[in-house]
Nanobody, 125 residues
């Protein structure tokens, strides 16, 4: 069975940090585009960051540049999202997604054929 499992979400105060993990089973992360999206109720899913495991190139949404870092872990089927200097606006459910190519573009949810179940991130004082 193909699965992506996110972990590492939680509640933090503004300015705090969290590291999200995305671990795959049933598929390889080699030669794939792995992305993190987030969604709040009533809004569309938003692309946050992506990584090409082929050349380790990355892309970020403007709202998280300089604060979030996407990287591939020591375990080859794990991708991380390090989130620093968190803001209340970062509160959302965060999803990991995998695709074979950039397809419709990295920020388009339709590019990705495999999704995790999501992990909640809450930033509040």
């Amino acid at each position: 069975e193909v699965q992506l499992v996110e972990s590492g979400g939680g509640s933090v105060q503004p300015g705090g940090s969290l590291r999200l993990s995305c671990t795959a089973s049933g598929i390889s992360f080699d030669d794939r585009v792995i992305a993190w999206f987030r969604q709040v109720p009533g809004k569309e899913r938003e692309g946050v960051a992506c990584l090409s495991t082929n050349d380790l190139s990355t892309e970020y949404a403007d709202s998280v540049k300089g604060r979030f870092t996407i990287s591939r872990g020591g375990p080859r089927n794990t991708v991380y999202l390090q989130m620093n200097n968190l803001e209340p606006e970062d509160t959302a459910t965060y999803y990991c997604a995998a695709a074979g190519s950039y397809g419709l573009g990295w920020t388009s949810a339709g590019t990705y054929d495999t999704w995790g179940q999501g992990t909640q991130v809450t930033v509040s004082s």
